[in-house]
């Protein structure tokens, strides 16, 4: 399966943002979906997943409450709605894919290029 995350950029601290990721390839139905984050200097580290049919869903403590994960499988499409962004959710973000949910981000097997985003105070 292929990944195309989209959807960064430069939001002030308070701001909202949008991420999206475009699936391709093997059945996007059938799979997990996860956020999962990398900020400069660290390792990566997991934000938010759901499950094949979108009723099971997993947030960091650091991001619950301001972010929901969502898909809309008509589109291929998995988004990340973030509200009240802070600096520290400056990071590279990652959407990735396996057959079955992780919190982990290294449990998963496909992996898009990942899109900036940068919060400025």
């Known amino acids: 399966v292929q990944l195309q995350a989209s959807g960064g950029g430069l939001v002030q601290t308070g701001g909202s943002l949008r991420l999206s990721c475009a699936a391709s390839?093997?059945?996007?139905?059938?799979?997990?979906m996860a956020w999962i984050r990398q900020a400069p200097g660290k390792e990566r580290e997991f934000v938010a997943a759901l499950n094949w049919s979108g009723a099971t869903t997993y947030y960091a403590d650091y991001v619950k409450g301001r972010f929901t994960i969502s898909r809309d499988d008509a589109k291929n499409t998995v988004y990340l709605q973030k509200n009240s962004l802070k600096s520290e959710d400056t990071a590279v973000y990652y959407c990735a894919a396996k057959k079955y949910i992780a919190v982990r981000g290294i449990d998963y097997d496909y992996w898009g290029q990942g899109t900036q985003v940068t919060v400025s105070s």
């Open positions: 390839g093997r059945s996007f139905t059938s799979l997990a």
